[in-house]
């Protein structure tokens, strides 16, 4: 699977948009992008994915770039529940397993 | 019912002791799986299970022996653990198409601490 590189921390204000930026140069034409965030404490939970199409669901967006290299995850308005870890993830769609994760991208939302 | 629930989800073990972690979702998953998270780092792949047959072992440990008894439970073996084995070890299931959407459902984890 295709590594990716995200910024260690970001602030954000509350009620702003969260704009989370993620680079996978190296991903290949079957890679999917997935986006999970850690609260403190609690088990990771699924936000959203896509392969190269942008996405929206009831928690985010997700914009991928043309050439499929980064991407984008924006939380519209964020509160202070949205203070987490926030992983971006490269994965082989299809019958495989494997969910390899990252550093991520500490995400500190500030009233 | 869209839970993952691991007990217990705080474990205190000697380095002689022989406990175990539970896992039990009942949302017809046929894939389980367990993680193990160290302190400020990411949650590291430790095994999958798919349709109760182990399929994926991370070159884990034998003091740490995985069980899928049946497609509800899983379950975390340790014995003879050291105290860098104490972490935070989260449990995740998905769905039966082999994770093909990449959605899985963790649980709360269980926080152990290795004497």
């Known amino acids: 699977d295709a590594k990716t590189t995200q910024p260690p921390s970001m602030d954000c204000a509350e009620g702003r948009a969260a704009n989370l930026p993620c680079n996978h140069s190296t991903i290949s034409g079957n890679e999917y992008v997935y986006w999970y965030r850690q609260i403190h404490s609690q088990g990771p939970q699924y936000i959203i994915h896509?392969?190269?199409n942008n996405e929206t669901n009831e928690m985010a967006s997700l914009i991928i770039t043309e050439d499929r290299k980064s991407s984008t995850l924006i939380l519209p308005h964020a509160t202070l529940r949205d203070t987490a870890v926030y992983y971006c993830?490269?994965?082989?769609?299809?019958?495989?397993?494997?969910?390899?994760f990252g550093k991520g991208t500490l995400l500190t939302v500030n009233p | 019912d869209t839970e993952v629930t691991q007990t217990p989800k705080h474990l205190v073990m000697g380095m002689t002791n022989k406990k175990s972690l539970k896992c039990e979702q009942h949302?017809?998953?046929?894939?389980m799986y367990w993680y193990k998270q160290k302190a400020k780092k990411p949650p590291e792949l430790m095994f999958v299970?798919?349709?109760?047959?182990?399929?994926i072992n991370e070159s884990v440990p034998s003091r740490f022996s995985p069980e899928c008894p049946n497609s509800s439970l899983l379950n975390l073996h340790l014995h003879a653990l050291q105290p860098e084995d104490s972490a935070l070890y989260l449990c995740?299931?998905?769905?039966?198409?082999?994770?093909?959407?990449?959605?899985?459902?963790f649980g709360e984890g269980s926080r152990l601490t290795v004497l």
């Open positions: 995740a299931s998905s769905h039966p198409d082999g994770g093909r959407t990449g959605e899985l459902f």
């Open positions: 993830i490269v994965r082989v769609g299809g019958s495989n397993y494997k969910l390899t």
């Open positions: 896509g392969l190269k």
């Open positions: 949302m017809g998953h046929r894939a």
């Open positions: 299970y798919s349709y109760e047959k182990l399929s």
